[in-house]
Nanobody, 124 residues
Framework: QVQLVESGGGLVQAGGSLRLSCAASGRTFSIGAMGWFRQAPGRERESVAAISWSSGNTYYANSVKGRFTISRDNAKNTVYLQMNSLKPEDTAVYYC?????????????????WGPGTQVTVSS
């Protein structure tokens, strides 16, 4: 199995930036893609961004395009989410997940497993 641990969340003012990290361990050779999702209270988990582990191809939700950047460091088995121009509506628990394959499903919650999440709070 693959274990994931997120870090980097916190409290930031609107317009500020945060960088989230997600470190993978275990059977990391199984990873085909990794993604960031978020879930606000009372709402469903929604896709934020995803990246192919081999090609580096990326996907972004429309709500974060131009503000967030996903990247990976294969040597460190780590994926990052640079979040700029944060808005109060970005407030949520952010989760990273891993998937064995990259494909059209990458924007849905059909991932093999998830990390415990990290809280991001953006104040107005």
């Amino acid at each position: 199995q693959v274990q994931l641990v997120e870090s980097g969340g916190g409290l930031v003012q609107a317009g500020g930036s945060l960088r989230l990290s997600c470190a993978a361990s275990g059977r990391t050779f199984s990873i085909g893609a990794m993604g960031w999702f978020r879930q606000a209270p009372g709402r469903e988990r929604e896709s934020v961004a995803a990246i192919s582990w081999s090609s580096g191809n990326t996907y972004y939700a429309n709500s974060v395009k131009g503000r967030f950047t996903i990247s990976r460091d294969n040597a460190k088995n780590t994926v990052y989410l640079q979040m700029n121009s944060l808005k109060p509506e970005d407030t949520a628990v952010y989760y990273c997940g891993w998937n064995t394959h990259w494909g059209p499903h990458i924007s849905t919650p059909e991932y093999d497993d998830w990390g415990p999440g990290t809280q991001v709070t953006v104040s107005s």
